[in-house]
């Protein structure tokens, strides 16, 4: 009886051992996969970060693009408000010199016609 007793307790700690070994056989597979997808995770974010690297370098001159842009946008708006205060002020006052009975007055219109144009041309140049 205690021998039978002894080989059924044998019989369970070799199925015990059996199934420690099957366990620790299926956790060292799963631990293979997981570092396996780690390894192509890392692969991919370094991918992702070199193609974000390009990204950035464009990015980075599109925005200095922007700024040089945005500068001579101020810098034109502020050209055309002198232009346009220098015809608005010499034809009115070449109108006005004009509607006076002076003659004079068609010089300053033709005046303010010459410096609108040099600002133009000086614009474009620009």
């Known amino acids: 009886m205690i021998r039978s007793a002894l ?3 044998q019989k369970e700690a070799v199925k015990s051992v059996d199934a420690a070994t099957a366990l620790v056989a299926s956790l ?3 631990i293979s996969q997981k570092e396996q997808e780690i390894s192509a995770q890392k692969i991919t ?3 992702t970060q070199d ?3 390009v990204w950035r370098e464009k990015y980075h001159a599109a925005d200095k ?3 040089i842009l945005d500068s001579k946008i101020s810098f034109v708006t502020g ?3 002198i232009k346009f205060i220098v ?8 109108v006005n010199v004009l509607s006076s009975g002076n003659g004079n007055g068609t010089y300053f219109i033709i005046g303010s016609i010459v410096v609108y144009l040099l600002i133009t041309v000086w614009e474009r140049r620009s």
Do not use: P
Request: a negative charge; aromatic letters at 4%.
């Open 45 to 47: 974010i370094q991918t």
């Open 28 to 30: 060292n597979k799963e």
């Open 51 to 53: 193609e974000l690297e």
């Open 79 to 81: 050209v055309e408000v």
């Open 87 to 94: 015809s608005a002020v010499g034809t009115g006052y070449g």
């Open 7 to 9: 080989t059924k307790l």
């Open 65 to 67: 693009q922007n700024g």
